[in-house]
């Protein structure tokens, strides 16, 4: 069995010093309870990523996770990214971060997001979904998108618990959430398409979670919006990436159908779903999945590191 390179784009991380936010009166979620402070452990996130042969990992924090609703977001943002460009640098060889912002306070969210990108060396931007009945889409949401289709750098679209979809979805447990969690990045997904933001910003790219898939589904086979996953026109770019998580064969093979599998990342919400995409279980699926050794590949990390390493050809290009 031939060795994978695998970069996980999809990690959840806690700097020394943050903690899980839970608003007041709130009782604790299992979820959190199984998670305890694993999430906050950089040596255990080197160890499972030892153990399960992932030679990087992208980290990246929401801000609902770690702040309140009536947190002064400038400041939580300004101080999770020095705090994760200091991670990074504890092992430069083995970890990426990206950088957070509201992506929905326009001007200054840019200038932040610039600040962490060209100052502090972070290599992407990660941005919620959606904010109240805004979605990705929003006017207030372009000076980020435009900063970062500008830098090379991408985007990743990580969910939230939307009101009033999670409240009435909560009686499905756990499923509810994931429903409504990819209700919202689906929906976010689809706004960037249906509303020309892609035309606009040709050099932008984005990253959707396993949750939102929905979204590549319904972009084309229907008619209503275009598709922009198979074989294009000269000029036309593909724009929308997505993360595989679990690395279930009959998803990578669904998936892959899709948007290609030079679109698609590997991908583990650790800690969050509590197992790793090993070198054994991705190059079973893989295998399951019927994809070639260069498909395989591209999968498993080399898709992530064009991403990641796109800002750095850019400013080649600027400067020959």
């Not at 990523?49 to 996770?65: E, H, P």
């Not at 400038?74 to 999770?80: E, F, K, P, Y």
């Not at 000029?235 to 093979?253: C, N, Q, S, V, W």
Request: charged share 25%; aromatic share 6%.
């Amino acid at each position: 069995m031939n060795r994978l390179n695998i970069v996980d784009f999809h990690t959840h991380f806690l700097p020394a010093g943050w903690e899980v936010y839970r608003a007041p009166g709130r009782p604790v979620d299992p979820l959190w309870q199984r998670i305890g402070t694993k999430i906050s452990d950089l040596d255990a996130l080197i160890a499972d990523s030892d153990a399960a042969g992932i030679a990087q990992r992208v980290i990246g924090v929401a801000l609902s996770m770690v702040a309140a609703p009536d947190a002064d977001l400038r400041a939580v943002s300004r101080r999770l990214n020095d705090d994760l460009a200091a991670t990074v640098a504890r092992h430069p060889d083995r970890l990426f971060a990206l950088a957070t912002v509201d992506a929905y306070d326009g001007e200054e969210a840019a200038r932040e997001a610039r600040r962490a990108i060209v100052e502090l060396g972070l290599s992407g931007l990660f941005l919620d979904s959606a904010k109240g009945d805004k979605l990705l889409d929003a006017p207030e949401a372009r000076p980020v998108l435009k900063l970062a289709a500008e830098l090379g750098v991408p985007v990743f679209v990580h969910p939230i618990n939307p009101e009033p979809l999670a409240t009435q979805l909560a009686g499905l447990g756990r499923l509810g959430t994931r429903l409504s969690r990819g209700t919202i990045n689906a929906a976010a997904a689809i706004a960037l398409v249906s509303s020309g933001v892609f035309e606009e910003l040709p050099e932008l790219r984005v990253v959707i979670t396993a949750l939102g898939v929905s979204a590549l589904a319904l972009t084309g086979p229907f008619g209503e919006l275009p598709s922009i996953f198979t074989d294009a026109p000269p000029g036309k770019r593909r724009h929308l990436y997505t993360d595989i998580m679990p690395a279930e064969a009959r998803f990578i093979r669904f998936v892959t159908s899709l948007v290609g599998a030079d679109h698609v990342l590997t991908g583990s919400d650790w800690p969050i779903l509590g197992h790793d995409p090993t070198q054994e279980i991705l190059a079973k699926s893989f295998e399951a999945a019927g994809l070639s050794a260069d498909e395989q590949r591209l999968i498993a990390g080399q898709n992530a590191l064009d991403l990641l390493l796109n800002r750095n050809r850019q400013q080649e290009r600027r400067s020959a």
